[in-house]
């Protein structure tokens, strides 16, 4: 922490709300650690494997809650948004297992995602069949049971009651994830279709398997917690951070798109192009097939998903989206969601430091290089 941050109100208590978040999050496993001990100390990887994921990230999702929590009134550091936070986390963990073995990738945070990781255990212990499907079998248990606690942590929160706004924006948040999720990798196997319609695709799944989930709902869920919402409530103060959030989350989003074709491995943790050996149709594909000749269109569609890319062929494909225009066009697209967030941010009624606060988040995660 610079001495600048040190002075600065927002950032000391974004500092305790992490704190607390940690150690809430140390305490949980301690307390998991327990109960999966005397199944047997075989089951303690999977563990293991899930408290060193969660243990990495932005925390953009928790803080968000955080500071939607106080903006509406919310009392500081209390257990339920610290409970919230976890939650979140944990289902982000939950998504980030899932979505690795979804695309088959072999890093997460510059380390071996979790089903590369139980792959290697197979082959270090000698266990017998194959280590390929143990991995993925592993990490698919490991998955499920992050979301089976994240919803536990979250139904613990003292006074959440199945007529809270909360509790539905939760249940909202994972369906639409889960929903968006699979718009992805159907566009990952349809037929080639007119770039418009891929355009369309990418844009509703960077809105429901992303956007939504990264800030708009975790912004009005701490809201909702803090104004002790019950479903259904009016409440214009959440109609305002989501109109703040959704854009947001969105611009975030595109940068993450770029940051896969175009980001440095050293800072992404993930190889350079990956998104392209994935075979992922986002915004800058769709912009790059549209924009592109037949000849190179071709190119672009025989090469995306293809796992043996080259650095050669990755070169020229990054070639292409920029000499297209279509970097440039996703980079116009993410200021513009930029300039809606931080305009509907400035239209808010909160108090100073949670504006302060929000504005960090937005700046850091619309400017960002992993």
């Not at 690795?100 to 069949?129: C, N, Q, V």
């Not at 390929?132 to 009651?161: K, N, Q, R, Y």
């Not at 969105?250 to 440095?264: P, T």
Request: aromatic share 6%.
């Amino acid at each position: 922490m610079t001495p600048q941050q040190a002075s600065d109100p927002a950032s000391l208590e974004t500092s305790r709300y992490l704190e607390a978040l940690e150690l809430e999050r140390q305490r949980f496993f301690a307390r998991q650690r327990e109960i999966m001990l005397p199944v047997s100390k075989e089951t303690l990887p999977l563990l293991d494997s899930i408290e060193s994921l969660s243990s990495g990230g932005k925390r953009l999702r928790a803080l968000l809650a955080y500071w939607g929590y106080r903006g509406s009134g919310g009392a500081g550091l209390t257990p339920s948004i610290v409970k919230a936070g976890l939650a979140i986390e944990l289902f982000q963990t939950a998504a980030l297992i899932h979505d690795d073995i979804i695309d088959a990738s072999d890093t997460r945070r510059g380390a071996p995602s979790l089903h590369r990781r139980f792959e290697a255990m197979h082959t270090d212990l000698s266990y017998k069949t194959s280590a390929e499907t143990f991995g993925v079998s592993s990490a698919i248990l490991a998955g499920d049971l992050c979301l089976s606690w994240s919803e536990m942590v979250f139904s613990s929160i003292p006074e959440l009651t199945a007529q809270s706004e909360a509790r539905f924006i939760f249940d909202l948040m994972r369906t639409e994830v889960m929903a968006g999720q699979y718009l992805d990798i159907v566009g990952e196997v349809v037929p080639e279709e007119e770039p418009e319609l891929a355009l369309e695709r990418a844009l509703n799944v960077i809105r429901f398997k992303s956007a939504k989930y990264s800030c708009e709902h975790p912004l009005a869920l701490g809201g909702a917690l803090g104004q002790d919402l019950k479903h259904g409530e009016p409440s214009s103060l959440l109609h305002g951070y989501r109109t703040f959030a959704l854009p947001l989350g969105e611009g975030f989003q595109l940068r993450d798109d770029v940051l896969g074709v175009f980001g440095e491995p050293e800072t992404t943790g993930k190889p350079a192009g990956d998104d392209l050996r994935e075979g992922k149709r986002t915004v800058l594909t769709a912009f790059t097939a549209m924009k592109v000749s037949a000849q190179e269109r071709a190119f672009l569609e025989e090469s995306l998903g293809s796992p043996q890319l080259d650095p050669a062929t990755i070169t020229a494909l990054q070639d292409l989206m920029r000499n297209s225009g279509a970097l440039e066009a996703t980079e116009a697209m993410i200021s513009e969601k930029s300039e809606q967030a931080l305009s509907q941010l400035a239209e808010l009624s909160i108090d100073t430091d949670v504006m302060q606060a929000l504005r960090e988040i937005a700046a850091k995660a619309l400017n960002r290089s992993s």
